[in-house]
C-alpha cells in the first residue's frame, strides 16, 4: 500500500511536539512491514538539513495559485533513517517557511492553506498518486475538501484521504476568503455548510471542514476520543464528531522504539538496558546508568549530589500541559527534600518567569527553558519521576518515554494518561500492570496524593519502586501494535471503494 503522509512536523528535523514523533515513528513502523510511504512538510529554514541524506531537487515548477498571483514550488526529496521525505518551498514574496520557526506567526493560516494546495498540484505534477492521503491537524486538514471539491474532479486519484486530529484544540477559524485565495468557494453554500464554524457564523473552521470531508478521521488514544464526543472536552466540535461517529477511531499513539532506547541512545551519558528486565537483579544496570546520567544532569544544572529523589517535567508550557500544577509540584517536591528540574519550551508566557527566578533553589531546582532534544533524553534517562498534570491529554508520549527510561510517571487520569499510567495502588488491573500514580482532578490536591505517595515508596518501599520500573518497561508501546490498526484501517477504506466501485 502506497500511504502520502501531507503534514507539518517531522521529528527529528522539524519538531515542536508529539506530532513529529508521530510522524516518524509510524512512517517507520508503516515502512518496516512493507508498505510504500512519502512525508511532505514545507522545507522550513529551521530544519536540521545534516540529518539527511541525498537532498535533491525532485521537481521544479510546481505552479501554484493564490489570489491572483501564480507562484512557483520546488519539491525536494530526502532520506531521513529509512524515510522517503519530502520537502515543499514555496518561491514566495512572503517567504512562508523562512521564517525560523514552524508555527507562530500571525498568517499561519495563509501559510499552511498555502501548503495544503502546493501539495496537491505537486501530486498533480507529478501524475502518480498514493492509495492513501493521511492529513494531521488543522495545517492539513484542508486538503480533504481541497481533494473532494476540487482536485479529484480534476484527476487527482486517491482511494481515500484520512485525517488524524491530534489536538482538537487548534482548529484555526477565518473568513471564507481566505480559503477563497487558494480555490476553495468558502462562499458557495453548500461548501460553507460543511466548513461552516459551529458557533460563529459566516465564519470557516478548518479543522471542521476536514473531519466533515476526510473519509475516516483518526484520533490519538481510545479516551480521548470518547472525550472529544462530550460538551467538555469537545472544543465545540463534539456535536460534528457525534454525527461522524462511525468514521471516527482513537488509536493509541506508540514511540519509536529504536530512537527511544536507552540502551542505543547516542545522547546519554551511560547507556543502559529495560528491554527485557525480569527482576530486580536485571535492574541493578539500569540503576548504574540512571545514576551517571543524573550527574551528568546535576553538573549541568549545578544541583547538589544527594541521595534525593529527582522529579523532573519535558513539556511545552502552554495552558494544556498545566503549568501552575507543575510549578506547585517543583515547591512541593523541594519542601519534600527532593530535586527538580523543567526543561520547558513555549516562549513567552507568564509563567515561564516564575520558574527562571527559582532556577537554583537550594541547589535542587534546575530550570531551562528551551526547545532542547539532548537534555530531553538526558533528563528521561536521570529523573526517578516525570510529573505530567495535564489539563486534557489526547495521548501524551512522555510518560511512555519515561517508563521506556525506567523513569515512574505521575499523571493526571484524562486522554491518553488514563490509557497508558495505571495507579500503584487503586488500578483495577492486575498488579504486574501498574506503572505509576494517577490523579483525578486538576488540582493541588492531586499533586499532593501522587507525590507524597511516590516519595514515601521511593525511600521506604524500595522492592514496590523497583516493582513499578520492572511492570513500566515491560509493557510494549512501540508502533508495532498502533501501524497494524492504521493499516487495516488504511485497508478497509480502500475495501470500501472496491465494493462501491
Ligand atoms: P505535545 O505534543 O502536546 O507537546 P507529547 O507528550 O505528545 O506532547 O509529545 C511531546 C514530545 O516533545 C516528546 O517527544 C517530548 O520529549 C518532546 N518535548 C516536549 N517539550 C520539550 C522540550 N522543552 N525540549 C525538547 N523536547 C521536548
Known amino acids: 500500500m502506497h500511504i502520502f503522509h501531507i503534514a507539518t512536523e517531522l521529528a527529528p528535523i522539524a519538531k515542536v511536539g508529539g506530532l513529529a514523533d508521530v510522524l516518524y515513528g509510524l512512517s517507520r513502523e508503516l515502512v518496516r512491514s512493507g508498505h510504500q510511504v512519502e512525508i511532505l512538510i514545507p522545507k522550513y529554514d529551521s530544519i536540521d538539513f545534516s540529518r539527511l541524506k541525498q537532498l535533491k ?28 521525505v519530502l520537502l515543499l518551498e514555496p518561491h514566495h514574496p512572503l517567504y512562508y517557511f523562512g521564517r525560523g520557526k514552524i508555527y507562530g506567526c500571525e498568517d499561519d493560516i495563509e501559510r499552511f492553506t ?37 482536485y479529484n474532479p480534476l484527476g487527482l486519484k486517491t482511494e481515500a484521504v484520512m485525517l488524524t486530529i491530534h489536538n482538537l484544540e487548534y482548529q484555526s477559524k477565518c473568513h471564507p476568503q481566505k480559503i477563497a485565495r487558494i480555490g476553495l468557494r468558502g462562499e458557495n453554500p453548500l461548501i460553507r455548510e460543511k466548513m461552516q464554524d459551529q458557533t460563529l457564523q459566516g465564519t470557516i473552521n478548518i479543522l471542521k471542514g476536514g473531519i466533515e470531508y476526510a473519509d ?28 461522524h461517529q462511525k468514521k471516527l477511531k482513537g488509536i493509541l499513539n506508540g514511540i519509536d522504539a529504536d530512537f527511544w532506547n536507552p540502551e542505543k541512545d547516542p545522547l546519554l551519558i551511560k547507556r543502559y538496558k529495560t528491554d527485557g528486565l525480569r527482576s530486580s537483579a536485571d535492574l541493578k544496570q539500569v540503576h548504574e546508568g540512571k545514576r551517571e546520567n543524573r550527574k551528568q544532569l546535576r553538573t549541568h544544572f549545578g544541583l547538589k549530589e544527594e541521595n534525593a529523589p529527582l522529579v523532573a517535567s ?28 523543567l526543561l520547558g519550551s513555549d516562549h513567552g508566557s507568564i509563567i515561564e518567569k516564575q520558574f527562571l527566578d527559582l532556577q537554583g533553589l537550594d541547589k535542587r531546582v534546575g530550570i531551562s527553558i528551551d526547545s532542547d532534544e539532548a537534555l530531553a533524553h538526558l533528563i528521561f534517562a536521570a529523573a526517578d519521576m516525570l510529573i505530567i498534570p495535564s489539563r486534557y491529554e489526547p495521548c501524551g508520549l512522555t510518560q511512555m518515554i519515561a517508563l521506556r ?42 499533586i499532593d496524593w501522587v507525590l507524597d505517595r511516590a516519595f514515601e515508596c521511593w525511600t521506604k518501599e524500595r522492592a514496590k519502586w523497583e516493582q513499578l520500573m520492572l511492570n513500566g518497561a515491560r509493557k510494549d508501546f512501540s508502533w508495532k501494535e498502533p501501524a497494524r490498526a492504521y493499516v487495516d484501517l488504511y485497508h478497509s477504506l480502500l475495501g470500501k471503494k472496491a465494493k462501491a466501485a
Open 57 to 84: 531537487v525532485e521537481m521544479r515548477e510546481v505552479a501554484c495559485i493564490e489570489g491572483t498571483q501564480e507562484i512557483h514550488n520546488s519539491v525536494w526529496s530526502a532520506e531521513l533513517d529509512g524515510l522517503r
Open 314 to 341: 519535558v513539556t511545552r508550557l502552554s495552558k494544556q500541559k498545566g503549568p501552575e500544577l507543575i510549578l506547585y509540584t517543583l515547591n512541593r517536591t523541594v519542601k519534600k527534600g527532593g530535586q527538580f528540574v
Open 405 to 446: 527510561y525506567g523513569t515512574i510517571p505521575l499523571v493526571r487520569r484524562t486522554g491518553g494518561l488514563a490509557d497508558t499510567v495505571f495507579d500503584i495502588d487503586t488500578s483495577d488491573l492486575p498488579k504486574e500492570q501498574r506503572n505509576g500514580f494517577n490523579f483525578d482532578f486538576y488540582d493541588t490536591g492531586g
Open 216 to 243: 475516516f478521521v483518526t484520533t490519538v488514544s481510545p479516551s480521548y476520543e470518547k472525550e472529544i464526543k462530550t460538551v467538555a472536552g469537545g472544543a465545540g466540535l463534539d456535536g460534528v464528531l457525534v454525527k
Open 114 to 150: 498555502y501548503f495544503c494546495t502546493a501539495a496537491l498540484e505537486y501530486l498533480m505534477k507529478r501524475g502518480s498518486f498514493p492509495d492513501i492521503l493521511h492529513l494531521h491537524d488543522w495545517p492539513t486538514a484542508l486538503v480533504a475538501p481541497l481533494c473532494k471539491e476540487i
